[in-house]
């Protein structure tokens, strides 16, 4: 391959380099956002000025070495320059489709861990293709790969796991008991005592991680906190403590608030500072490389990588750059939001709508968990089981459900712990120089501490452990994927030159355009669609007032699903028939979203209206439900008549359904605009057609039972054509009893209770 090829990788790698710098930011996000979210500490624009500020702080103080690229993940020394060029960009490419995959579906995963399995996956696929070619043996590879070093960072990544979650959990037990969920009635100097365990922590945090390799501390003042930790550890407790109880007491300053903003700041600096690396590492050691190899006179096949082996300096003008991009991702990238609310709603204090649905391991791994500690809790003293218990008890504190979004996931305590646990564990791993994922840690012990705050209670604990074991897993599909996908990349630009990279490098923009355009249409879907909401009156007009819009909504969804199913059947067309059968079935979660409910309903209620409006709801619920039963299972018949190749439907058939869904449609199309409107006068006109949409439905009946007397053939289209006729009648009926209790129970005379929405 000629100069212009290596030129043409450079500036490649450049913009592959600012891509990795959005996604990385999109994914890492969560390693430090979730915990000042998660508790509402302070604002969200606060959080994100903070956490900018520390992005920035972080990419300026960097000594910019690139450790993952000089990690030692394969020997420098054995490859020549066009095949470390090779290995650069299969790392790049598959670096940038993998996180964004992950950011996609809202799933944190580790960068660290990515970057290290594709330098290891390219440089194994480089060195098996020089193997094969001197006639080597594959334990020749153990010449290439340092095998020693990545063992070291797959156990210590596997380690940092069990060890998070387990060290968070222990803490924030010890944490709940000492200081329980009513931390605000404590007395001021134990606030001051946390405070000053966790501050020391976090300003060890940053000066071990954060500054490590920083020129901005003198040498004798680094050398001390190296050289006398404890000193300075014990000092940094003493005056931290007083401080915090000086604050506490005379300025009013909450001390676990500070702690938050303190432990953000940190995190968001130590992944600026050294988790960077991860995105522009390579591409600057790809620059180097072609540097060295341009001045050099030798032939790109050649030309030996052992310079690579030297550690190198980034350019601060470069650093400057990345902490730009790295802080307007933070505060633009939704795919970033949606990544920590994966993190956020597994350690929520509440229950409520869980993402993840419980499988086999989950319900075992509760199962178990919950038998050991009823056996653990039975040796436990009573008396001190039960002082235990008391410290774990939520104060009830009366929330409108509209309000409920606005209520922090967790309380400041657990906040708290999550950022003073992961920065000790982060400092004390990188004083040890042991390899770990700065994500795997701050999301483990998120985990530990919602598990040692009874967060996965019965309602949910199953929901949780499947979420977590989905992000475990996620984790090692990242490793697997990226050894794989950066192994076959490098081997089709070994095979394939100049135009497997142009293909690669166009595929690679494709799927990302495809992505960003999939993501960017479901955000907007689900702002714009008009969801069935939950009812939050507290009064029975209320609830017929505030639940109209959610009823036009369903009847205007049943009519278009309801249409499509028959017009799929016309067509005989199976792909349309799926797309609205997972369609009905999304308003069936939501209807079993209403009626999980109930429970926050009832108890939202005004005494007076206990009675009548519980009922009415329940009504309202039931009716919603039969409705859409009907549907879905119109919908499933059909998709599943076509899906099995049978006949299609005759003409007359068709005719007929055509006819009998112009006549549910206008019926359906009436209703919603009643409930639009409002006017729900016109309901006593609505029913007395009752009658006359059976009478269709009993004609067509009457009519198929004849031609399947004489001119019928097929038992299974005879079998659809009365299970659609018999449910279109059962799907009446409820748009009839729907319409029915409104026109009984709604009173124009009574103004419903206005609803201050948020």
């Known amino acids: 391959m000629g100069e212009n090829i290596y030129i043409f990788m450079v500036v490649a790698l450049s913009v592959l380099a600012i891509t990795d710098l959005v996604v990385g930011v999109s994914n890492d996000a969560v390693n430090f956002l979730n915990s000042a979210i998660g508790s509402k500490a302070i604002s969200f624009r606060t959080v994100m000025v903070v956490a900018s500020l520390g992005i920035a702080f972080g990419a300026l103080s960097s000594s910019g070495m690139m450790e993952v690229a000089r990690k030692g993940i394969f020997n420098p020394s054995e490859f020549v320059f066009a095949e470390i060029m090779i290995i650069f960009m299969a790392v790049m490419i598959t670096d940038i489709l993998l996180l964004d995959f992950f950011n996609t579906l809202g799933m944190p995963t580790s960068t660290t861990v990515s970057i290290v399995f594709e330098l290891l996956g390219a440089a194994v696929a480089i060195s098996l293709v020089k193997i094969v070619g001197l006639e080597g043996s594959f334990s020749d590879l153990a010449n290439y790969i ?360 166009l595929v690679a923009a494709m799927l990302l355009l495809r992505n960003y355009m999939a993501h960017n249409k479901k955000t907007k879907v689900i702002k714009a669609e008009d969801s069935l909401r939950r009812a939050q009156s507290s009064s029975i007009q209320g609830v017929i007032e505030e639940s109209a819009d959610t009823i036009a909504n369903m009847i205007k969804r049943t009519k278009s699903h309801y249409t499509a199913t028959i017009n799929g059947l016309a067509k005989h067309d199976v792909e349309a028939l799926k797309k609205n059968k997972k369609q009905v079935n999304k308003i069936s979660n939501e209807i079993e979203d209403l009626k999980n409910n109930i429970f926050y309903f009832i108890k939202n209620l005004d005494d007076n209206s206990v009675g009548g409006a519980s009922n009415f709801y329940i009504s309202l619920l039931g009716n919603l439900q039969d409705l859409n039963q009907s549907l879905e299972y119109i919908s499933r018949v059909g998709h599943k008549h076509v899906n099995n190749n049978h006949r299609k439907l005759k003409y007359n058939q068709i005719k007929e359904l055509k006819d009998l869904d112009n006549h549910i449609s206008e019926l359906l199309n009436d209703t919603a605009q009643t409930f639009e409107n409002r006017s729900f006068e016109r309901i006593g006109s609505m029913l007395s057609t009752k009658n006359s949409y059976f009478e269709l439905v009993d004609g067509k009946i009457e009519k198929q039972v004849a031609r399947t007397r004489t001119e019928e053939s097929s038992p299974k289209n005879t079998t659809l054509y009365f299970s659609i006729l018999t449910e279109s009648k059962d799907l009446i009926k409820a748009a009839m009893n729907l319409l029915e209790l409104y026109y009984t129970e709604h009173d124009s005379s009574v103004t419903p209770a206005t609803i201050n929405k948020p």
């Open 146 to 505: 340092n095998t020693e070093k990545a063992t070291e960072i797959i156990i210590g990544i596997l380690l940092s796991v069990f060890i998070a979650f387990t060290i968070g959990a222990l803490v924030q037990f010890i944490s709940r008991v000492l200081i329980s969920f009513k931390f605000n009635n404590k007395p001021k100097y134990i606030e001051a005592v946390f405070g000053g365990v966790a501050i020391t922590a976090i300003i060890y945090f940053i000066l071990v991680k954060g500054l490590k390799s920083a020129a901005i501390l003198d040498a004798a003042i680094l050398n001390f906190i190296y050289n006398s930790t404890e000193l300075f550890l014990l000092g940094n407790l003493a005056a931290w403590t007083v401080i915090s109880w000086l604050a506490a007491t005379f300025l009013r300053w909450n001390i676990y608030t500070v702690v938050i903003i303190l432990g953000t700041f940190a995190l968001a600096m130590a992944f600026a500072g050294n988790d960077l690396v991860n995105f522009i590492g390579v591409p600057i050691a790809a620059m180097q490389s072609y540097q060295d190899w341009q001045g050099s006179g030798v032939a790109a096949m050649e030309f030996n990588m052992q310079g690579l082996s030297a550690a190198v300096q980034t350019p601060t003008l470069l650093l400057l750059i990345s902490g730009g991009i790295m802080v307007i991702t933070l505060w633009f990238s939704s795919k970033a939001k949606s990544v920590v609310k994966t993190s956020v709603d597994l350690a929520r204090q509440d229950e409520g709508d869980e993402r993840f649905q419980p499988n086999f391991l989950s319900r075992q791994i509760v199962k178990f968990s919950a038998a050991t500690f009823d056996n653990f809790s039975a040796i436990v003293p009573p008396a001190l089981k039960a002082k235990i218990d008391q410290q774990f008890e939520v104060p009830y504190t009366y929330i409108p459900k509209n309000k409920v979004q606005d209520m922090p996931a967790f309380d400041l305590v657990r906040a708290a712990v999550n950022l003073m646990v992961a920065s000790v564990l982060i400092s004390v791993a990188t004083s040890m120089k042991l390899p770990l994922s700065t994500t795997y840690v701050t999301f483990m012990v998120a985990m530990g501490t919602s598990l040692a705050d009874r967060a996965w209670g019965a309602e949910s604990a199953v929901y949780r452990v499947a979420g977590v074991l989905n992000v475990i897993g996620g984790w090692f599909f990242t490793a697997f994927s990226a050894f794989t996908a950066a192994a076959i990349i490098a081997y089709l630009l070994h095979l394939g030159g100049f135009i497997a990279l142009v293909l690669l490098l």
